[in-house]
């Protein structure tokens, strides 16, 4: 398992954030999503046979909010998005 932290743009309300956390929660092989609105991060944990950070961003961005990799890794200790 890997951790992917993300910086979205577009996020402005509980409803965007929510729908963010949707949208990456239903990407293959990601097991657990945090997302900071007040940041405008969303922490990922997903299965790197199933999922890569730029597919990530890539969902985000067909959603509507761009998004690119902020951080990979093991460099994320989950506080950034309320861990």
Known sequence: MENAVLKIEGMNGEECADKVA??????????????????CLASVR???KHATPQTL???????????????TGGGCCGGCCGG
């Open 22 to 39: 949707q949208v990456l929660s239903g990407v293959s092989g990601v097991t657990d999503v945090r997302v900071s609105l007040l940041n």
């Open 57 to 71: 961003a890539g969902s985000l961005a067909q959603a509507g909010y761009p998004a690119a990799p902020a951080g």
């Open 46 to 48: 997903y299965d790197e």
